[in-house]
């Protein structure tokens, strides 16, 4: 593969995602990996995005995979790795993955202070906070989608948590709570909170182990892991479908999908009310990136301004299909 270093305008509002990642992804297997330095925790949020295209054929193995390692402690990471048969023949996949070491630095105090009050018992040391989305396009960029349960459900995302330390006789639970992928005029992707409330309807297959957390996940957005010690209550969340993920554990060892380095790179950096940001671009061999500025289009959203507002209200979804500016 090729290492490059992104260019000043592919995240004009340096949120960690790429305004148009159709464009800045310009070929299969290129992936984008950014360092977000939050200024009002003084921890690193990192994000990753993969692109895949969709296959004609009727079976599918492959899958893609996203690895990221908390700066702070690199044994902590998080891998989430999905099918290549989510994305139908013609369409363009993104997966979008943001970790961070606690949920304001993943999601800044004006998003935290609007969930609900947090899942029962601790969160789990060294577990990190995960978003997760998987777009999808039909039309080469020009307007994207999530993919809809139903094709996860078929397909369920794999998530390894991996570097953790669950205390003996501790019941863990990991968490979900509905996000979604929204856009902006200029500056392109980013995530809001739905309304909703910590659930662990479409998380199957928990198995914990003292170092590390797996699941499949059937619905994707926030996901936290806590732990509640087994004399404190029932404690639901232990070894809940414990074993039964290993099938797709296999899938991404079988395939061939290593893990991806997740170093946190040098060079340039730009600047943002949040901190600063380390981007760089993983080209996939024999390929070349589009830099062309053509940001995803929905609703206006100033740059670094809270998504959900001080009252707690959430914004309405946007809807389903969001267009981008012609070129």
């Known amino acids: 593969f090729t290492l490059a270093a992104a260019a000043p ?5 340096a949120n960690g995602l790429p305004d148009d990642p159709f464009t800045t992804l310009g070929a299969p297997g290129d992936q984008w990996v950014a360092s977000v330095d939050v200024a009002e925790t003084g921890a690193v949020k990192q994000v990753g995005v993969v692109r895949w295209d969709g296959s004609s054929a009727k079976s599918d193995d492959g899958c893609v995979q996203m690895t990221l390692a908390d700066p702070a402690d690199r044994a902590c990471t998080v891998t989430v790795a999905a099918a290549t ?13 943001e970790a961070a070491s606690n949920l304001t630095t993943l999601l800044g105090s004006a998003k935290t202070g609007a969930l609900p009050s947090e899942p029962e018992g601790v969160p789990v040391p060294g577990a990190l906070c995960v978003e997760i989305s998987i777009i999808t396009s039909a039309d080469s960029g020009a307007t994207f ?58 998380v199957a297959n928990l198995d914990v182990t003292a170092d590390a957390i797996r699941a499949d996940l059937t619905a994707l957005s926030l996901f936290t892991a806590y732990g509640v010690s087994a004399a404190e209550g029932e404690g639901e969340g232990e070894g809940e479908g414990e074993g039964e993920g290993e099938g797709n554990d296999d899938l991404a060892i079988n395939i061939g999908c290593g893990p991806t380095k997740a170093a946190r790179p040098g060079g340039p950096t730009s600047a943002a009310s949040t901190g600063d940001m380390t981007v760089l671009l993983f080209l996939a061999l024999g390929l070349s990136v589009a830099r062309a500025a053509r940001p995803i289009h929905n609703t206006p959203h100033p740059p670094n301004a809270p998504d959900v507002p001080e009252s707690g209200a959430r914004p309405p979804r946007a809807p389903r299909t969001t267009p981008i500016p012609a070129r």
Request: hydrophobic share 45%; aromatic share 8%; proline share 4%.
């Open 85 to 97: 048969a989510l994305c139908q023949a013609g369409e363009i996949g993104m997966l979008l993955v």
């Open 9 to 13: 305008g592919d995240d004009l509002d």
């Open 145 to 202: 989608d999530e993919a809809a349960d139903a094709r996860l459900a078929a397909c369920p995302v794999h998530l390894a948590l991996e570097g953790v330390a669950v205390p003996a006789g501790t019941n863990v639970t990991l968490y979900a709570y509905p996000t979604y992928v929204a856009s902006d005029t200029a500056t392109g992707l980013y995530f809001l909170l739905e309304e909703g409330d910590w659930a662990v309807t479409h």
